[in-house]
């Protein structure tokens, strides 16, 4: 299913969508890229910074003996699958955030008059299973990036 809502939208230089169709959900939802003159509008949605929870602050602050500082080390390397042997440099370091850990954050969408209102939806909803049905970020084949999005509290507000 990402390969379908891949298609088209990522060039082969893997930059966003810039094609500026009034119907491309992506340009009209995110501007089309590197094109500061199209005729869509603003930008229809704004992501504002995710903020560590009291309750992961709490967790992760107790961890700080076991030499973590909100985030783990983890070290990887590459097994050469033939002679089962490191490959030479192929050793890495990786910070990352660490499981279970839960961020607060607000996805505004902004619907302007003759917006597809739920067309942006649905496809931001979709974006987001598919999100959550992958991963964030590089190396999830290693487990990195899981994520849940879960609404809580206002889902929505209506102007
Ligand atoms: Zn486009």
């Known amino acids: 299913m990402l390969g379908a809502y891949k298609h088209g939208k990522v060039d082969s230089e893997g930059e966003p969508c810039k094609c500026m169709k009034p119907d491309c959900m992506v340009c009209r939802i995110f501007d089309p890229h590197k094109q500061p003159k ?20 709490r967790v992760l602050a107790g961890k700080t003996s076991e030499g973590m500082n909100y985030a783990e080390i ?43 209102e739920e067309g942006i939806e649905q496809f931001i909803e979709e974006g987001i299973k598919l999100l959550q049905n992958e991963s964030l970020g590089s190396s999830g084949s290693r487990g990195y990036g899981e994520i849940k999005i879960s609404p809580n509290g206002e889902y929505r507000v209506s102007a």
């Open 38 to 57: 199209h005729n869509l509008g603003p930008t229809r949605i704004l992501f504002r910074d995710a903020r560590l929870t009291d309750d992961s602050k």
């Open 74 to 116: 983890k070290t990887e390397n590459i097994i050469n699958r033939a002679t089962g042997v490191a490959t030479s440099g192929g050793l890495r370091t990786q910070e990352r955030v660490p499981a279970g850990s839960e961020f607060e954050f607000n996805i505004v969408l902004r619907i302007f008059e003759g917006d597809d």
